[in-house]
């Protein structure tokens, strides 16, 4: 049986106009994809694009996907017209909750892909440089 195939941030460059945008849809298609709350067009739309058997501009393309996109805009934006003043004042506060831990997360993934690396020997194995050590 073959591996199953994943795409990288590399492959979603078709659609995206820089790699740290291919790298934001990246992680939202895996969101979206492993999503409990997200099922049917969604669902399957992120993980057709994430496993290669569509690309990203195919997605964009299917009408079936467009509607489900659309679809849930629409259901969003209902349920912020049906907002009470006090649920957006709660949800603007959950809302700067989670965008700064999204920052945090971001910029530890930075940092871990700037981070200096080197090979392991012979086996191609790539690490992070130790500071050396004092004696």
Do not use: C, N
């Not at 934001?24 to 492993?34: D, F, N, Q």
């Not at 509607?67 to 009470?84: G, S």
Request: proline share 4%.
């Amino acid at each position: 049986m073959a591996a199953e195939r994943h795409v990288d941030e590399t492959e979603l460059m078709d659609v995206a106009q820089d790699p740290e945008q291919a790298r934001r849809l990246h992680k939202a298609l895996r969101t979206i994809s492993g999503s409990s709350s997200l099922d049917g067009p969604l669902r399957e739309m992120a993980q057709k694009v994430l496993r290669g058997d569509i690309g990203m501009m195919d997605a964009i393309e299917t009408e079936k996907y467009t509607d489900a996109v659309y679809d849930r805009l629409r259901a969003m934006r209902r349920a912020a017209e049906d907002q009470t003043h006090a649920d957006r004042q709660a949800a603007r506060g959950e809302f700067t909750r989670w965008q700064e831990k999204q920052e945090a997360e971001d910029a530890r993934e930075q940092a871990e892909r700037d981070a200096p690396t080197h090979l392991h020997g012979d086996s191609g194995r790539r690490g992070t440089v130790s500071p050396p050590r004092h004696r």
